[in-house]
């Protein structure tokens, strides 16, 4: 007998159908009586100096209700004050990233932001807006950056680190030194010892959604705002210090949201479309456009990595170093410490050295972008140990089989694994039909990587409502992004032994619902899950409770199962779970409201295998994807239909980041700010991508469940760069492997090797 | 020291700043993407066969998009079915008052709603549509349909009784014989006897808002229901039975109520829209005309009454009879039960016979007006007390404290008095400014009557939730009619000790809030107040578990006073309220998510003395309120502002019933269904009301509140006629008390006493 009746199920989403037929409220669908349009204008400079702005003709124009430029922000020092100091440097960063104070530092970066009675209105109007500047030159790349005469975006900016602190500002804004164990005893050991280095580019999200959000403030400065961001919570706590505006008087409405993969974390218009509320009295929307999207949210962060890896004869690890370079664009936050994780994240070695930098640089500031820093730092490292396993002449699979982590072996930090499914995952590759089916003949080749992201897990909370009627309600500000809902209404249904239909899942706004963190970081099954859990026990207890009264029993006597309470001790003593839950609203102890809510679980670590046949065009350098699985452990699976649309869609990413995707910047101008530029993968550009679920339940939470939205899209460009030097000799080392990119490196292999110009602009 | 920092305070209506700028959002100010604007045709004649409706031609008219008309229901068949056999003659007729089935049975009684592009179009199409009857001829008041040979509204009707069942169907819907005591045993042994019928007018609650609603009906058939009702909830399962939808499946969302009074606890157009809605496919919005809401709506129940009393000649009440007869529309569900608890409510008397009578008629079916059915019973009864204590020779106020009832005393029916307050207010009655402030002269006079209403308990859910900044939240389904917001604000800030700012108070919807009863009964405060003081109790016990673990001391070690826990045995051991509230989100136990639920708790019975002071135009018989005060027992005044605005409210609305208030029906036709028409006291009608709130604590419940929504509305009639009474020498037994009516009474008074046209039609 199956051991669950509702988990492990492919039941059909909640929203589907409200989602095919086009009846979800997104945020573009927002119409509130009086509403004005917002456009907001930006900097045409990647690096300038604010003179002056002048925005009286705008004003004039009619139909033009409200200007706001950073004279309209609350003072740093009054949001200091009422926040009890507390305003960090990050949030001072966060303040000027939407909205730009003395200097411009990216193109798109806002200047000023217009609310009209029409949106053609506002656009005419940001044309009317006079903004005299003094050109700086721009900051091109993280090396340029540091070099030691770099322009320096923020005069005043040190590293965080560890170490001391230089004499001068500059742009590095962290430095990472991590060692564990003896690097340089481990590479003395080693017999062999392999070095690489690597570059990846800037890639976006790309996000069907575009940022879009309204606010209305009433008289007495209380905010309501509807956005498609990833968490309310996030949301309502950014604005308050942003804007000085106490957590209490922001209320955050959830929309459906269009995708965000990490993107949608950090707030950007909404910050204005608040100001241009208070400022004009009515409710305000704002809309970007795919151009804003790309020039002006948060990409993920190109990295340039030196690798070396040192071994023994029979295969294993002694020491890895890495050096690792994140360019963070404009502002501080890049993904050095979770790059650093990830690395040699899948492996046992003894001795780790870490070497890390984030480096601003006019760019749009990055973001998470799903596992972020993963793919890059992945591509890098599992590139080093094919080569590594090249070297010692063992096939890259049995190599990994020598050195994988397990449960209790140390982190690359000094953090050990729980249960982990390492060794799980490569199993299943020794027995998948895939590796056990020859790919063989001219051009072709086959990659195998491994890929690890750690999940978050963070503070949740649910609430489970019995209806009078019987049915329950999963209420809860968790934010729909991967399928949420569904998880939730099954988890309910498990626990409460009732059919999905008579479980509805509310997903309520900050005003309403309890705290929980925002859907990222792979936590939401596995945290905000553990909440759903607790609720749906509580409520089940407190129903028992009530079952007890009216069959005069003690509570811990009652039992209970598929609608039926009886007494353990008289069987035929039994009253329905209808019967309770109408009484619920009418005697006894009232109305059932199960609570749950969760903090500190530890880490679900994720891993995933996976493998890559390709298939490339010696003429062209195209390069074909022909067959691809991802053998990835969920701990369980909650809904296996939900797990595989979301490793589809990570390894759909990665072959994109890995294969096409990079912003062109030209003097800090995005030069490809389209989707005719930017080259997404197409279905034409990824074969169908099977997958195989793995389950080595996790340490905590419920159910064994881990997070499973992040890791999928860490391994692809490493999988098919082996892939490809597999089919054509040549190994890439520079993301993305576009057909001019190994087309070149195909028509030079024999000769001395030298930097591939991955973005075709050398 | 005041017992508490926040109650009993004359705070700001949490909402007051979005009420007065207009931006509170009512039902009016709702728009959906691709709404449809909804119209309902309606019969012309009070009572009639539907032949045949052919709607073909209104389908036809540019922008029609729905008609439905009864064929449109699911079946009572199916109904039963699915709620397992309980549809209830109730329901049956709750299905056929909004929506004629067969017979039309008032003028208003709907027939067919449309939906369409526009509200013109909508009207248009109206006019389109072709409707046969067969015109009968209508029953137009109580007396006319008890006849033997009356037509009959519904050929099925027998009445509701404890008796035998009659032979044959008849218009009688409820028939009620009570007797406590041996009534002919106390008449007998009375020294005085008086025997008073009375008469009195149907009246409309008249709130400002008409009714309003918008339905939204997804592919899978769930309902988001936007609407103005008293009570979301029971909207909710009134439109679960009568449309045959799960109840999980309809979410109804409370807009701003623009009054209600009882009139919209029912739902009108909520159906139709939400058909609509389903055979349209797109969302449907409805707004009833001023002229709809009077025909169509349910006003409160016009009575006939004849009272017998019978007192010592000590004063002492010996026995007490009342008949009563209550015209209730086109429906069963009039208010003789509760009119018989009102009735002899405020005295104890040994022997009491009630017999009362609920009739139907071709008139709107009457609703719940502020205290359903105790305005004219109580003016009847008052009027009666007066005459025999005149009688007696002793002022009203002397008799009145002579015969008041008390705790352990028996109410009309067979229940006890738990603790009350008559004597409470008749005290303040004697020690008042008002009683004691000479009021003499010609054609002056002073009135006193008393009241009492039961007020309801049900059941009440809230939810107290600690947000990470330390501020609170109340969240509930609790719709606010009267202020709930601003008390529940209150008692949070009470029971948490921080200031009322860091206290948001929040209404949800079906979908995301536990079961609340509607806001009626006079129950908000008592027992929604209960639960919200459970809830902010239980927020607190789990915040001073948490303030344990911080301290490292046992849980019932922590003390906590105004934002500072403190171990008992270390008081410098303390940690902030706001260092806790924090940590909830990070650490430890989690998120703090206070819940309070109650049900059954007793009664708190509420109790008024009024004294009115006239003037009265011997010329016109214009009768001017020259001065009024309402002494009421609140049990504890959570907000004094909010108590004397429902008490002066509820006065005003007893002026209007008592002075000039009527519907004008001629053969079945309203002919006054308009401002111009419908007299309803303007300011320039009532002069200040004056209040004094008693404070007799509750026996149940926290803080000894008592409801106050109610009762202030009972007496003034009662107290007015007294007045008059005493200005005029002529005893006023009919509703309204009118200039024509009254001018007559004087000019007829040393004739022989015959029937008043109160309504000026005779």
Redesign the interface.
């Known amino acids: 007998m199956p051991k669950y009746k509702y988990l492990g199920k492919a039941t059909q989403k909640v929203d589907a159908?409200?989602r095919v037929?086009g009846?979800a409220a997104f945020g573009a669908?927002i119409?509130?009586?009086g509403m004005l349009h917002g456009k907001v204008l930006r900097s045409p400079h990647p690096h300038a100096i604010i003179k002056a702005i002048d925005y009286g003709m705008a004003l004039k124009l009619e139909g033009v209700k409200a200007v706001v430029t950073s004279k309209d922000l609350p003072s740093l020092e009054d949001a200091r004050a009422s926040f009890g100091g507390e305003v960090s440097i990050d949030q001072e960063h966060l303040r000027k990233l939407f909205l730009a104070h003395d200097k411009v530092l990216f193109e798109g970066h806002p200047i000023a932001a217009v609310a009209a009675t029409s949106l053609e209105i506002a656009e005419q109007a940001l044309e009317l807006i006079k903004v005299e500047y003094e050109v700086l030159p721009p900051v091109e790349d993280a090396f340029k950056a540091m070099q030691p005469n770099a322009p320096l975006l923020h005069p005043y900016l040190y590293p965080k680190t560890l170490g001391q602190k230089p004499k001068n500002p500059g742009n590095v804004a962290t430095i990472m030194f991590h060692e564990r164990g003896d690097a340089e005893k481990g590479f003395a050991e080693a017999d062999v010892v392999v070095e690489e280095s690597f570059e990846t580019a800037m890639v976006h999200q790309v996000y069907i959604e575009p940022q879009v959000d309204a606010a209305?403030v009433?008289?007495?400065g209380k905010v309501t705002l509807w956005t498609a961001n990833q968490g309310i919570?996030n949301v309502q706590?950014q604005l308050?210090s942003i804007l000085n505006i106490?957590?209490?008087?922001i209320?955050v409405v959830p929309m459906e949201i269009g995708g965000g993969f990490g993107g949608k974390i950090i707030t950007y218009v909404e910050s204005l479309t608040i100001m241009l509320s208070q400022k004009a009295g009515r409710p305000v929307k704002m809309v970007m456009s795919r151009e804003e999207v790309f020039k002006a949210t948060g990409p993920g962060s190109p990295g340039y990595f030196t690798i070396k890896v040192g071994a023994k004869k029979n295969g294993k690890i002694t020491a890895a170093y890495i050096k690792m370079i994140h360019d963070c664009g404009a502002f501080p936050g890049g993904p050095t410490p979770m790059a650093s994780l990830v690395s040699f994240g899948p492996y046992n070695i003894p001795s780790i050295k870490v070497d890390g930098y984030d480096v601003v640089t006019n760019k749009p500031r990055v973001q998470a972008y799903r596992a972020p820093g993963g793919t890059p730092v992945n591509f890098s490292v599992e590139s080093t140990m094919n080569v590594l396993a090249d070297k010692l002449g063992v096939d890259p699979l049995k190599f990994r089989m020598q050195n994988y982590a397990k449960e209790g072996d140390y982190m690359v930090n000094d953090q050990r694994y729980n249960r982990i499914g390492v060794k799980a995952v490569l199993d299943r590759v020794v027995s998948s039909s895939h590796w056990n089916t020859p790919w063989e003949g001219p051009n072709r080749g086959r990659g195998m990587a491994l890929g690890f992201w750690i999940g978050a897990a963070g503070?949740s909370?649910a609430?489970v409502?019995i209806?009078?009627?019987g049915?329950a309600?999963g209420?809860s500000g968790q934010v729909d992004l991967t399928g949420t809902r569904t998880s939730t209404q099954q988890i309910i249904a498990e626990e409460l032994q009732m059919p999905l239909e008579?479980v509805?899942v509310?997903v309520?706004d900050t005003?309403?619902?309890?705290?929980?963190?925002g859907s990222f970081g792979s936590r939401t099954t596995y945290s905000f899950g553990t909440a759903v859990y607790r609720a749906s026990r509580d409520a089940l207890a407190q129903m028992k409770a009530r079952a007890a009264t009216q069959l005069k029993v003690n509570p811990e006597d009652v039992e209970y199962a598929e609608g039926r309470f009886w007494s353990k001790k008289d069987p035929e003593k039994a009253v329905s779970w209808n019967e309770v839950a109408r009484s619920?609203?009418?005697?006894?102890?009232?109305?059932?409201?199960g609570?749950g809510?969760?903090?500190?679980l530890g880490h679900a670590p994720e891993f995933t295998a996976q493998i890559a046949d390709v298939e490339v065009d010696p003429e062209t350098g195209k390069v074909y994807v022909k067959r691809f699985t991802a053998i990835q452990d969920a701990g369980l699976a909650i809904n296996p239909m939900q797990v595989e649309g979301q490793i589809q869609g990570g390894v759909t990413q990665g072959i994109g980041w890995g294969m096409s995707e990079y912003y062109y910047y030209d003097k800090g101008k995005l030069r490809n700010a389209s989707f005719l530029d930017y080259r997404m993968p197409t279905s034409l550009d990824v074969p169908m991508i099977d997958i195989e679920i793995v389950e080595v339940p996790a340490s905590e939470g419920p159910y064994g469940v881990r997070g499973v939205g992040e890791v999928s899209i860490v391994p692809p460009p490493a999988a098919i760069a082996e892939a490809i030097y597999r089919a054509t000799g040549v190994r890439m080392n520079k993301l993305p492997m576009t057909p001019e990119a190994v087309l070149w490196a195909i028509k030079t292999k024999d000769k001395e090797r030298e930097p591939v110009a991955a973005n075709g602009d050398s």
């Open positions: 159908l409200e037929t009846k669908d119409h509130l009586p209305q009433e008289e007495d919570f706590s308050s106490p957590l209490g008087s209320n503070t909370s609430l409502l209806n009078s009627d049915s309600t209420v008579k509805n509310k309520g005003d309403s619902t309890p705290y929980t963190m619920t609203i009418t005697r006894g102890e009232g109305v059932v409201t609570r809510t969760v903090t500190g």
